[in-house]
């Protein structure tokens, strides 16, 4: 087998090709192939690991692009997915700078982290009885985020950040503030609910390859979703993101349950913006837009009951 790995020696970037027989590597998991390629070929490979039982983070790795958790990969895993080929592109996780080889640098992120207040800010007072014990809902609400081990396989798969990365923050910064947010011990939610619209909330992309590829099954997008609806809920709903949340509302629930893609460009962007931007026009001419539409559509069939579903959805949120 070929394993063309991605390297960088602080100045330059090149691609080093190792031949491993399958054999030597097949009960190996992908962090094991590493190390064998490190302990049998070149000693001068770089990339971290510590724990190898998928608790600490550190081994994130790309295999022919996606994002893997190295040490929680199995070599079988990837024959399988990868059946056709017996070569094997590795490269650092994206999105984040490479420092060496597979080694990249986490002090950005961490940095975005922090601005979200990640540790618990506890309210102060407690009931005597129960002090700060949380009874098994309250547990059982945030125990899927307290899984989160900080990989960066949400950030690596991004199309955000891969876009840009200067207004929009890695999607487990979103998941930690969701999970400090939505503990039954927190002083104020908002605390963190705050930064993180302040850092990019709304400038998610819906593209969930975040929770596609998360090792521990967290979907970074429902977070994010969640903390939309809890900014909106506690009065931050200005701005273009708000705006476009409303108008999908408005169009499945008060209009005719049909997504009308000139209100929602009108509505979301305001009249002036969305002709000036280009954006209405270059739909309509594109065919994606009736300008006719404007005035509404027919009310589509099922709409009592899409209201229901939604108005349904609703509640259960509030709870
Ligand atoms: S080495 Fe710790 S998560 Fe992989």
Redesign the pocket.
């Known amino acids: 087998m070929k394993f063309i790995i991605d390297r960088f020696d602080g100045n330059k970037n090149y691609q080093q090709t190792y031949t491993v027989e399958k054999k030597d590597i097949e009960a190996l998991t992908l ?1 094991g192939t590493l190390l064998f390629i490190k302990q049998h070929q070149d000693l001068t490979l770089n990339f971290t ?11 994130g790795v790309r295999v022919n692009g996606h994002a893997y ?4 990969t199995k070599m079988t895993e990837l024959f399988e997915e990868y059946k056709d080929t017996d070569i094997f592109r590795i490269s650092p996780l994206s999105n984040y700078t490479v420092i060496s080889d597979l080694a990249v640098d986490w002090e950005p992120a961490i940095e975005n982290l922090r601005k979200v207040k990640p540790g618990l800010v506890a309210k102060s007072e407690f009931s005597e009885k129960e002090g700060c014990r949380q009874n098994q809902e309250q547990y059982d609400r945030i125990v899927g985020q307290w899984d989160c ?1 900080l ?1 960066g396989v949400c950030a690596s798969e991004c199309n955000k950040l891969s876009a840009d990365r200067s207004d929009y923050m890695e999607p487990f910064v979103y998941t930690r503030a969701w999970k400090v947010a939505n503990d039954s011990r927190t002083k104020d939610p908002m605390i963190h609910v705050k930064p993180s619209v302040t850092n990019g909330l709304w400038n998610c992309v819906h593209c969930h390859e975040c929770t596609n590829r998360c090792p521990k099954h967290i979907s970074a997008a429902e977070d994010i979703a969640g903390l939309r609806a809890m900014a909106m809920r506690k009065g931050l709903n200005s701005g273009v993101g708000p705006a476009h949340a409303k108008s999908f509302y408005t169009d499945l629930v008060e209009d005719s349950g049909r997504l009308n893609e000139i209100r929602l460009a009108l509505r979301t962007e305001g009249v002036s913006t969305a002709l000036r931007a280009g954006t209405a026009v270059t739909l309509m001419r594109a065919g994606k837009m009736n300008p006719l539409e404007i005035f509404g559509g027919h009310t589509i069939e099922g709409h009592k009951d899409l209201v229901k579903m939604i108005k349904a959805a609703q509640a259960a949120n509030k709870e």
Not at 49 to 59: D, F, L, V
Not at 69 to 72: E, F, I, Q, R, S
């Open positions: 962090l690991a510590s724990c190898r039982m998928a608790i600490c983070g550190a081994c958790l190295a040490c929680d081990i990989c």
